[in-house]
């Protein structure tokens, strides 16, 4: 990974952390002004009653934040706009809720490829087909991230399966070039759920090669009474190194001096039409 993403797991988790030599030589995100982002927002979450994640114990119901899967599904887009595959980028979130509305925000269609863990949870929620549970190399990854325990799932039509572990996270051991992770959780209780574990944050940081775009609500995170210090942490590393916006810092990739930071999922199509500027 790129030092501006070691330096956030170096600072929290690994203070020995060396970077490699060819890490240094990463070239810098195109369309975009930094290539560390987070951005904050104030957004409140939902919850869906259909789905429970095991990941979350004790909770019934599973989150969903409609204002961070609307901006995903245009970074994502952008992204594309300025040139990266598919294959290249991967969303994550802690919620199989908010799985379900990014699916649904890109259209349920071959935009997307879910691991076999995912599949099986919305398939035995009965919220997609088996015959839709599917992966595949040249699409958009989208998985959860959070520990839970694994069994050896068998019997759906599509041959879906997992082996049998103890603690696995939906999405650990791969990764890739872009990473955007949508945290979901936005309330004046400042619950943050399982999201207060180091490990889930760990593995949230340490998937990206070369950029790592998070959104979220910082208040929430920071103010939560289990794991708000931790996050507090990394938000000062991200401050002091101004990786923290309102938005997504855009920066044309034709025009490097025309700058933008798109707050709203309807500002793209203003501030940064067909992934470039109002520029000819």
């Not at 999201?195 to 760990?202: A, I, K, T, W, Y």
């Not at 995170?221 to 000062?236: A, C, I, P, Q």
Request: hydrophobic share 35%.
């Amino acid at each position: 990974m790129r030092p501006e993403i070691s330096a956030l797991i170096r600072k929290l988790t690994y203070p020995d952390l060396v970077d490699a030599l060819s890490t240094k030589s990463h070239q810098d995100i195109r369309g975009l002004s930094d290539n560390v982002i987070f951005i904050d927002h104030d957004h409140a979450e939902d919850e869906d009653t259909r789905l429970a994640d095991r990941r979350d114990l004790g909770s019934k119901t599973s989150k969903w934040n409609n204002h961070e899967a609307r901006m995903v599904l245009r970074i994502v887009s952008y992204l594309m706009q300025n040139g990266y595959r598919s294959e290249r980028l991967v969303v994550l979130t802690p919620y199989l809720g908010q799985l379900y509305r990014l699916l649904g925000a890109f259209g349920f269609d071959n935009n997307f490829a879910l691991n076999d863990l995912d599949s099986f949870d919305l398939v035995k929620a009965g919220l997609m087909p088996a015959a839709d549970a599917r992966i595949a190399e040249n699409q958009v990854r989208l998985a959860t991230i959070g520990a839970l325990s694994l069994h050896c799932y068998r019997g759906l039509s599509t041959g879906v399966g997992a082996a049998s572990h103890s603690t696995l996270d939906n999405y650990q051991a791969e990764e890739r070039d872009i990473v955007i992770a949508t945290l979901t959780r936005s309330n004046p209780d400042h619950d943050i759920g399982f999201m207060s574990s180091p490990e889930r944050l760990n593995v949230l940081l340490s998937r990206a090669r070369n950029a790592l775009i998070m959104i979220g609500d910082l208040n929430t995170f920071t103010g939560s009474r289990e794991g708000g210090e931790l996050w507090t942490r990394l938000f000062k590393v991200l401050r002091t190194n101004g990786h923290i916006y309102e938005g997504l810092p855009v920066r044309c990739f034709r025009h490097p001096s025309r700058t933008a930071v798109v707050r709203d999922p309807k500002q793209f199509d203003l501030d940064c039409p067909d992934g470039g500027c109002r520029e000819p």
